[in-house]
């Protein structure tokens, strides 16, 4: 076994079985984390609380300070567009998109066996449409100079999501509505079907702003690594939040989406973060690609009749669609988990 092998395999095993350490140390009931379709909401959340609403907020606006601050920094000039007409399968994918937004805002008695499925289409409409405008931008996308990286996306995006819902188990920050008469079986392949446009949404998105020149001031900066003090705590905490995630998930609940990064960039080599991470300006593109991605996932889930909606502690108001507006910011993170399994795929 190569040590690249070793080192996926110990960080696969410390982010699956962390999260048992704390329910076995604890002594809490195992079956209630292995109900499938998870249905039953066992945790009590916290409720909204002034104090870590602020606080939150100062801390996130903060680091939004620093990326915006980050992507200013280098020279360069924005790089030139070219001009190419949105081209017709981009003018299709709109009226695709049209459609089945209608179909999940309606509830036409018509269209009553498809109104609980439209999460999938609406999503391959999206990824068309936003490869048309990248195209029309610069004359080349992942649809029509990279499909086989692009096809590639949509597995290892199923299995990427399907770690978070893993999580979340634990936590409980969101449940789904709507799916109570689907069997494990059509819950998994259906699930899997919309878990699989998560990836290419993102990605083809971080390709179109990289068309449109955004952060391209950090896209010749690299991404460093803290010093090595810094690392071994990062990796301490990454390891206990995962390890205890069930016996405090109020308190641990950010970690979902931090932990994981954490393991797997301490994991991977130092010396090799550049081909993990190309540029820091690539890294600000997958933030905000998924954050523009949340938001079209929140509004589109808004009128659903198959749908997630939030138990997140201490910050649950002031929502935007279903969201809770200070949950958009782990949107950030999740940006750059992004970024590392697309590259991940690129080179398998």
Not at 265 to 293: D, M, N, Q, W, Y
Request: charged residues 10%; hydrophobic residues 55%; glycine residues 8%.
């Amino acid at each position: 076994m190569t040590i690249r092998s070793l080192r996926w395999f110990a960080g696969l095993a410390l982010l699956l079985g962390l999260p048992w350490a704390g329910i076995l140390l604890a002594d809490l009931p195992v079956a209630r984390y292995l109900e499938f379709p998870p249905h039953t909401l066992y945790i009590t959340h916290a409720p909204f609380s002034w104090p870590v609403f602020v606080g939150l907020a100062v801390v996130e606006a903060g680091a939004i300070l620093l990326a915006v601050r980050a992507a200013r920094r280098g020279r360069g000039s924005r790089p030139a567009g070219t001009r190419h007409a949105f081209p017709w399968w981009g003018w299709l994918s709109l009226g695709w998109i049209a459609f089945w937004w209608w179909i999940a805002w309606t509830r036409l008695p018509g269209f009553a066996f498809i109104q609980g499925h439209t999460f999938t289409p609406l999503w391959l409409g999206y990824i068309v449409a936003v490869n048309a405008l990248t195209f029309a931008r610069s004359g080349r996308c992942l649809m029509t100079h990279d499909p086989r990286h692009l096809l590639r996306l949509f597995p290892w995006s199923a299995g990427f999501w399907w770690f978070f819902e893993y999580l979340n188990r634990f936590v409980q920050n969101w449940m789904y509505e709507g799916v109570s008469a689907w069997s494990p079986l059509e819950y998994f392949v259906l699930a899997t079907l919309s878990f699989s446009t998560v990836l290419p949404a993102v990605s083809s998105t971080e390709e179109c702003l990289r068309a449109f020149g955004v952060a391209h001031r950090a896209d010749d900066r690299p991404v460093g690594m803290p010093g090595t003090a810094v690392r071994a705590s990062w990796l301490v905490v990454s390891v206990a939040s995962l390890a205890f995630l069930a016996v405090a998930p109020d308190l641990l609940f950010p970690f979902l989406w931090l932990a994981p990064l954490g393991l797997l960039v301490l994991l991977h080599p130092k010396e090799h973060i550049h081909t993990v991470f190309p540029s820091v300006g690539a890294l600000l593109r997958f933030s905000v690609a998924a954050l523009v991605c949340g938001f079209f996932w929140e509004l589109w889930n808004l009128h659903s009749l198959a749908k997630w909606v939030y138990h997140v502690p201490f910050v649950q108001r002031f929502h935007l669609f279903e969201m809770p507006m200070l949950g958009y910011f782990g949107y950030l993170p999740f940006g750059w988990e992004c970024a590392w399994l697309a590259t991940m795929a690129r080179r398998s």
